[in-house]
Every structure is written in C-alpha cells, then in structure tokens.
C-alpha cells in the first residue's frame, strides 16, 4: 500500500477549515496545525467585545468540527518556519519542543493581524480585535471604564473616562462603535447612580472620506446616518498619536482612556517563512491557482494572499478565504489523480454587509441594495447559519432574541485572568 | 429631611445579594462593595472549569440584578480595612485610591477562598476553583494537558499528562472527578488520532474515611459506586507533597500534570479587618442576630462567620448564607424602626446535593434521601430556579439539554489570555 499524500494545513480559520473539510474524503492524509484550538468565527468578535456574546457561542475547537473526518489530525502548535526544498513546517508546542512536520502539500491559511502601519508604540493603548482574548481585554476595559467613572470622588468630565475613540471606519469600527451605543443607551442606562452612561462620547475615527468605503456611497450614507442618530461622533483625519489620556486626530486631541484599534490589517509572516517577495502589507503573491511561483505544492489563501481579478485585489473577507481553501483542496486532489488542473480561481462575490446598532444593517450584493430592519435580519439569519457547529446556531439566536427584546447582554463581565495566572487567590466575592 | 441610615454590604456572593435585595424597600441607602462586578453562581462553577457552561452563563453584573433598586448603590473596589469605631469602610480602585465609606449599619459577606493548611507552596501546581478566572485557567489546564499528550513524539505513559487529581473528596471534588470523567468518555472520545482520551487516569483523594462526608453514609456509598463506574479511583490519604510532575498521596506517588485543589475553604480576612478573635480558619464568631460582639452595627454572614446550631457549626454553603444574609437585612429595619429585634437566626436546611456525572446525583433533605436520575432532575431544576438572572436560565437549561444529548460542550476552549493582557498581538488564528 503507498503512503498516502500528506496536506499539511496551517490555519484554522475560515481558509485553512474550507480546505481541510474538501480534503475530508479525499486519498490525502490532512494535518491542520493551528495555534489556538478553536475556530473563531471572527465577524461576530465584536459583539464579545461589547457584551453581547459569551467567548464560548462563536467560538468551536477544531477537533470537535472534525471529529469525524478520519484522514486528518489536528495538532495545536505554533508554525515557526518553513524548510520549502525539504518540504517541511517547524512548529513547536510546549511539550514538543521545535519539530518538522512533512508535507507533500502545503496550504498557508494564516490570516492577517492588525497592523499600527509603523506606530507600534500605539499597541499599548489602543488593543486591536482579532483573537478571543482581545475581545475579552477590550470588554473589560470598556466596562471598567464605566466603574472607574462611577467611583471617582471629584468628576472631572474631561478625563476621558467616558470617551471611546475607535480609530477605523471599516466594518469592525462601525459595528463596535454602533454596538457601544446600544450598550450605553439600553443596557447601561439605569445602572448607576453618580455618572449617566447616556453622556458617554463615541468618536469613530476614519482616515478616508466616508466609513464604510467598501459599500457604494449610498449605504456609506445611511450607515453615517445611523451612526449619527445613535450620537456616534465621526471624525475624519489622521492619527498622529496615542497615549493613555487620548488620542491625536488631525491635530485635535481627543481625551480618551479607551481607544481601540479598527484599522489596518497585516498579513501573518507567511513571507518571511517562504522568503518570498510580498507587498507592504505582507501578503503573498499567487498565480491563478493560488500556488507560490515556483512550488507548485505551497499554496497561499486568504488574507494572507494577494490575488487580483478584474484589476482589483479581493478584499480580506471569510467568503474570499472559504472558496479559496476550497479551490487550492481541488486542485489537490486533481494533482494528485494526475489530472488536469481545475480553471483558475475565481471569487464569486455573495456580498457584503455590516450591522450599525440594534436592528439596522446595511446589505449589498451585485446590484442590490438594502439598509434598515430587513437587511438586519438577513444578515441574522446569514451569520447564524455560517456558524460552524448547530449548538451554537441556536444558541446565538436565542442570545439576539433576548438581548433584542430585554436589552440585557449575553456576557457583561468584567474578570482579571492576570491573577488567576499568576497564582493570587481571590478571596472577596 | 433627615438623612437615610447607610448599610454598607461588602461582598456580592449569596449572602451580601441577599441581604442588599431585602432592604430594597426598606428606608436606607444601601451601598455594595465588591471587587468583581458579578454574582457568581458559584454551585456551577466546575462547569466552567470542565467546558460545560460559557462564564457568562453563570456570573451576572450586580449593578443589572440591582438596577430597579433606586435605594441601592454598587462599588467595584478592593476593602482594605475598616474602622469600627469611626464607622468607616475603607476601600481602594484604580481611579479612586483609597477612600473611606460611612456606614451606620455593616454586613460583611465576603465569602471565603480555598485553603492550603499552610502548605501555600501548593498553589502554583494545584489551582483552587473559587472565581471565573480561576476556573477558565483550570479549563485551560486539562485542556492544554489532552494536547500535550496528542503532540508528544515519543509518548510516555508514566508522564502524567493524563493523569487528573482532585485533592478534596467534597461537593466540588466529587462533581469535578466525575464531570472530567463524561468529557473524556463522551466529548473527546473520538477526537485523538495518538493518543486515547478514555485511558485518561482520574484520582480523587480524599483525605477522610469517605467522599461526600456531609451526606448521609448510603448517598456517599451511592456516589462512590457511581463514581468508579466512571473510572474514577478514590484514594484516601495525607497529600504529603505536590510539585510540576505530580503529587505524593499518603507516601505514594502519583505523576500528574493536572493536580486541582478542592479541598480546605479559610474564611477573608473580616477577622484581620475587625481586630476579633476568629477560629483556625478565620470565620468570625457572631451572635444569635449574626453581629460581633461588642458592635450591635457589624454583621456578618455566611462562609465568613462562624455560627453554631444545635451544637454543631453551619456548613459553608449559599443557603446559609442567604437566609442569614435576610435576617441580617430584618435586624437592621427593625433596628431603625425602633422595634425589638427578630429571634436569633436560624438555618431552615433545605437539603443538600451533589451531581456525579451524567444525569446522576444524589440528594438529601431531612430524612428524604434519593440519588440517580430523578435527583439529578430535582438538582438541574433547583439550580436553573437559583440562577438570578431569567435569561440565563433558558440559556443553561438548552445548554444542558444539549450537552445531555449530543455531548457536545458549550465552551472548551483554551485561550490565553496572558498574550493579550501583555500586548502581543496573535498573527495566526
């Protein structure tokens, strides 16, 4: 019996587990290497950040998702480096130390982080949003915001206790800064005495002309609206500094303890570890079939790529990286049967759309276009079925209905894990 | 207008709740400390700890349960100290630093934490499971330990990897032990490629004569079978020692990776902030109103203080503390209405028990005994009843009916939650 061809994935996000499910039945042994054990079904983290959703509802252990695919193991590792003429990954994980993993097949499915275009210094003081324990530490400095103010002796309404600054207004920004609103105006409201969360100031930075400037400018519009009648501030300049009192925005200061970062994405360090050419963002180059120049085994897919159609380079959203993991699984499996190649990737876009408050979306696919209600319900309703396991399915929308009809949010807490780490016990509770 | 008598309440746990929600109508300005802005449901909190329920499921804000109370105010900060005769609580938090808070009345419901019997050196390998911090640190444990063992080259079976030990054969112990048991039974069964989870080695040491020793003998017989049947060893026995590789039980050692503590409870330091006298484990002894001898103003209830009944001592259990934390509240509006005081407190006992797996516990109230599934019926009932907030018993009973059903988890994830807090961002998800 020959040994079966090895895939070795790395990433579980929504590229990496798209092309290890359509490797499920094929004559490949599948090796998903991931760093967290859990796929995150990331257009939902914000509303970790703001309370809605506990950790544990858009969040699924890859094990579990692929508990019945027998030809693929799952190991929890970093991905250190890769050997490309050895065809091996270096990982390493507590226990194992630096190991090398073969591969006949490679698929680099390692997503994109937020980059402070340069201004790493901005890190301390305005966490991004794109791993569960971020959403958790932006929660709790939200929500400690508002007890820090509570408990002053002396006011002082311009210490920017108060104020969030969301720098970035692209969808993440816009549905933070709209969900914020809906957290102070409805859940908050009548929960203390001393300070009134109905004053708190939201100012959602954006660097270009218009938020959301993915959409057509007719939902840019209604989006901006919106954001308005929920007393969402918009400014738009550059940010020219960051520090624990506030922010900088074209020349203006901004008094802020809470500043979050919504712009910029860079790609993982695929790259370095390819020494390949990328562009200034990190991403790699692939050829139609989404494989690096010269290996035809090492294929990159999405946010971590670059792939351009119709002059245009596809945007870094789940609906790119799904049909690429999908299209680099086919052509695996067609490489490997000695068959011809499948044509040339292309993205089919299903659309695009972003939540602003409570009941209110703007949606738009090909030529359609819709805003209010009836774009909030789809988008529900498409969010809930993209969810990767059918517990959670019910559970978020049981979540939405309640938070919808009562207000009251899924997970509003406020815990110090540092503690916990490092081995004090907590006595008063 | 003369001023509103001021009882300050330290501690959100049962007793403190119940005590703030019984003077909601009563003529004072009540205030609530706590250094956490949750209730914590603690009866549910090893569900957290074995990936059954999301933290939000089982903690709620205080400042949400007590909105409606327009006579109620809640502090999130640290007490540090009291001084009797001045009538003052101080307290610290970040903005505030250390301020002093007037009270004409004080309850002091600050709970109790685990207890090392002097052997603090134990803490650092033998986590306690007494805050929401604390149990996603102990998931994050026996999680981390399964894929230890699945990334291991050259696997070791003396290692310890998966081998659990619960020091403590109480409640908590008992409803770990077996819980760990059905998630390696059911959940992660078919989830390995290397390794099999159902080898797994569970030991719960007990260092009495029996497991669940405040039950009657034939429900500790009951939940020992029980807990055998689900491959739990019982060992009974001295922890002489505990380090990284494992702990030595009455001489003998076993390796393990994943020790937790679920024994010895010591009461806060309430004895310390009073200057009194308290027994070994620090409860406060009190009268037959719950006050301090000497300060007919001070009261204290529940896992802090130290009561007796019938010549035997009231366990540390929610009941107690929220009936004392009631008579505390009618002690104090009688006091201020002038009238004589209520009769000493008394504990109506309600019952008691403990779940032992999978749609199994066993229960006991007054002579009424009874164990397997009706009383894990009775026990899930009782629960969802207790949890404050409505929302979230809908959302736990789905949940169990769903892990009941399928065996599927509602949050085993492993986050780190360290990385965030420290500012490196996570490129790769």
Do not use: C
Request: proline letters at 5%; charged letters at 20%; zero cysteines.
């Amino acid at each position: 019996m020959s040994r079966r061809p090895s895939v070795v994935i790395v990433g579980g996000g929504f590229g990496g587990l798209a092309a290890a499910r359509a490797l499920g039945n094929a004559p490949v042994h599948v090796v998903l290497i991931d760093r967290s054990n859990h796929h995150l079904f990331q257009p939902l983290l914000y509303q970790v950040a703001t309370s809605v959703l506990n950790p544990g509802q858009i969040a699924s252990p890859l094990r579990s998702i692929l508990r019945r695919q027998q030809n693929t193991e799952v190991i929890l590792a970093d991905v250190t480096g890769i050997d490309k003429e050895g065809r091996r990954v270096f990982a390493s994980n507590v226990d194992r130390g630096d190991v090398a993993i073969p591969y006949d097949y490679l698929v680099l499915a390692t997503g994109a982080h937020h980059s402070y275009f340069g201004h790493e210094e901005f890190a301390r003081f305005a966490p991004g949003l794109k791993t569960i324990a971020d959403a958790v530490m932006i929660r709790n400095r939200i929500l400690q915001a508002f007890e820090r103010a509570e408990a002053e002796e002396d006011p002082n309404p311009n210490d920017g206790l108060l104020t969030f600054v969301l720098v970035g207004g692209g969808p993440t920004g816009v549905e933070m800064a709209s969900a914020i609103a809906v957290l102070v105006r409805q859940t908050l409201r009548t929960e203390y005495r001393r300070i009134d969360p109905t004053t708190t100031r939201i100012v959602l930075v954006d660097s270009g002309g218009r938020v959301l400037s993915s959409f057509s400018p007719s939902l840019s519009e209604a989006a901006h609206k919106r954001l308005e009648s929920l007393g969402v501030e918009i400014r738009s300049g550059h940010v020219d500094r960051i520090d624990e009192d506030g922010a900088w925005i074209g020349g203006d200061r901004i008094p802020s303890k809470t500043v979050i970062w919504t712009a910029g994405v860079a790609a993982s360090p695929v790259g370095k570890w390819l020494a390949v050419e990328t562009d200034k963002a990190g991403h790699v180059q692939v050829d139609g079939l989404l494989r690096v120049a010269g290996h035809s085994e090492v294929f990159v897919i999405g946010d971590a790529a670059s792939y351009e159609q119709d002059g245009r380079m596809l945007p870094g959203v789940a609906q790119v990286a799904i049909q690429q993991g999908r299209h680099a699984a086919k052509t695996i499996v067609k490489s490997i049967a000695g068959a011809p190649p499948p044509p040339p990737f292309r993205y089919f876009d299903k659309g695009n759309m972003a939540v602003v408050g409570k009941g209110f979306a703007v949606l738009e696919s090909g030529k359609f276009k819709l805003s209010g209600l009836p774009a909030w319900m789809a988008w529900a309703g498409i969010h809930i079925q993209f969810l990767a396991q059918p517990g959670l399915r019910v559970s978020v929308f049981l979540q939405w209905m309640w938070t919808f009809l009562t207000g009251q949010r899924g997970s509003r807490l406020i815990v110090n894990y540092l503690s916990s780490e490092t081995g004090k016990s907590a006595g008063q509770s």
